[in-house]
């Protein structure tokens, strides 16, 4: 009886991920999977992965093979997201029916499918909706565990899967460890040894990505994480999973947190024992894989961003959206449920029709960018050269000690590293000066040819590392 909803939930989470897929371009994060993990050969790809990533291997080897056949566009590519997020909404109504009832899963399935949040990891070439659903298919076989006493080959799929996530992301861990720890305090005497042996195939896991972890945690790339004062990434979870990506740009975000809010207070007031029990254990969860990476923030080793935390969305939401299906929800739960569905969906289309709440256009500014007819230097006061290089342009990291050439470009992002208004070598003059969404590309020209160094322009600029390259005709 409740296939019919949930087949609808699914085909709702592939309208809302499939259709838009190139809709915005490629942001930077994107624009590196594509230019610098993505190689002609898996061995190639892989090797690049210590020096280029910080997130482990499987999401670039099931990338490369998915773009042999689909290319790396942004229809090809993302579109092993987006089917990996469609798929995570079946696994959101079992982990719900399991742990509370059939109409908390329908009722859990169906934020999984609309959630603004949600449908921007599933349309971004990155690691995320792998992670996010792993994370899931982990967390129903940890409470199918549970129920049945631990059985074997319950626990076996529980640890491959466990083990898939740690291969996604490293953040994978404290979802995986609760999990581990909670199976063997429960399991019965009688199956402790199996658990622990599924508890020690997914440690030996992470012990074998140790290596790799350490060798990308010494490249720097995670600094960025502590310029962001970490009360404004506490933030952003509940503004994230009640708005979407935009919430900055959504004044009406509380008002989901509000529906979410009225759940938890259903949940309490008419949920059975064992429907409240089973919300508690997915919150419980929830709440300890983001306190102990928040308890290791406070304690120096800061890399706490809810972006690393997506392993956590489909428990919270599990737990968070439990209170709308119980028994005793009545009409009350049914209203408020639709409401907050139809408010995503509504977000959805906000962020779909309005460009300023997209991804950086660097599509757009590619194009205003246009071919050089000489050679000259661009240089990104924000990011670095990978999106242009996603969209056809042909640069050479190496210009130093300086070259000659007649123009100089800036390109930056108006928030995040705007150009500045003077030309940063002497000689050149403004030539031309345009802003793309949220991109602005500053041209500036100099007859005769002057010389332009990367260790001057980094010096002025306060540029990333790479972010100064020289463009050919």
């Given amino acids: 009886m409740l296939a019919a909803p949930l087949l609808a939930l699914c085909a709702l989470a592939a309208l809302l991920r499939f259709p838009t897929l190139d809709l915005q371009s490629f942001w930077f994060d994107e624009a590196v999977t594509v230019v610098d993990d993505l190689r002609p050969s898996l061995a190639a790809t892989l090797a690049r992965l210590p020096s280029q990533e910080l997130a482990p291997p499987l999401y670039f080897v099931l990338a490369w093979a998915w773009s042999r056949p689909f290319g790396t566009g942004e229809v090809g590519l993302r579109s092993l997201s987006a089917l990996i997020g469609t798929l995570t909404v079946p696994v959101a109504y079992a982990a719900g029916a399991q742990l509370v009832s059939r109409r908390s899963g ?94 020690a195939l997914v440690g030996a896991t992470g012990f074998a990505l140790l290596p790799l972890a350490l060798t990308q945690l010494a490249s720097g790339g995670a600094t960025w994480i502590g310029r962001i004062p970490l009360s404004a990434r506490l933030l952003d979870f509940p503004e994230k999973y009640s708005a979407g990506w935009q919430s900055a740009e959504n004044p009406a975000w509380p008002l989901p947190a509000l529906l979410l809010a009225l759940s938890l207070a259903l949940l309490a007031a008419r949920g059975d024992s064992r429907e409240r029990r089973g919300a508690a254990l997915a919150l419980l969860l929830a709440a300890a894989t983001l306190l102990v990476p928040l308890a290791l923030a406070f304690g120096g080793l800061d890399f706490f961003t809810f972006r690393h935390l997506m392993v956590v969305a489909v428990p919270l939401i599990v737990g968070l959206a439990a209170g709308f299906g119980v028994r005793r929800a009545g009409r009350v739960g049914s209203v408020a449920l639709a409401a907050l569905c139809l408010g995503s969906v509504a977000v959805n289309a906000l962020v779909f029709a309005t460009p300023r709440l997209q991804r950086d256009d660097w599509r757009a500014a590619s194009a205003v960018l246009g071919r050089p007819s000489a050679p000259r230097v661009l240089a990104f006061t924000s990011f670095s050269r990978e999106p242009v290089q996603a969209y056809g342009h042909r640069v050479e990291e190496a210009i130093a000690p300086a070259v000659r050439v007649s123009e100089l470009v800036l390109i930056g992002n108006t928030v995040a590293g705007a150009p500045p208004p003077r030309p940063p070598v002497p000689g050149f003059r403004l030539f031309d000066r345009r802003t793309v969404q949220k991109l602005t590309v500053v041209r500036y020209r100099s007859d005769p040819p002057r010389p332009v160094g990367e260790a001057a322009l980094v010096e002025e600029l306060g540029l990333f590392p790479h972010a100064v390259v020289l463009e050919r005709p």
């Fill in 106 to 199: 329908l009722a859990a399935a169906a934020l999984v499918a609309v959630s603004p949040l949600l449908v921007y990891y599933s349309q971004e070439a990155r690691p995320y909706a792998l992670v996010i659903l792993l994370g899931g298919v982990s967390f129903l076989l940890f409470t199918r565990a549970l129920e049945a006493g631990a059985r074997g080959r319950t626990l076996a799929g529980w640890a491959i899967v466990s083990a898939l996530a740690l291969a996604t992301h490293y953040f994978a861990a404290f979802l995986v460890a609760p999990e581990a720890l909670w199976l063997l305090a429960r399991s019965p005497r009688g199956r402790r040894a199996g658990a622990a042996l599924a508890v």
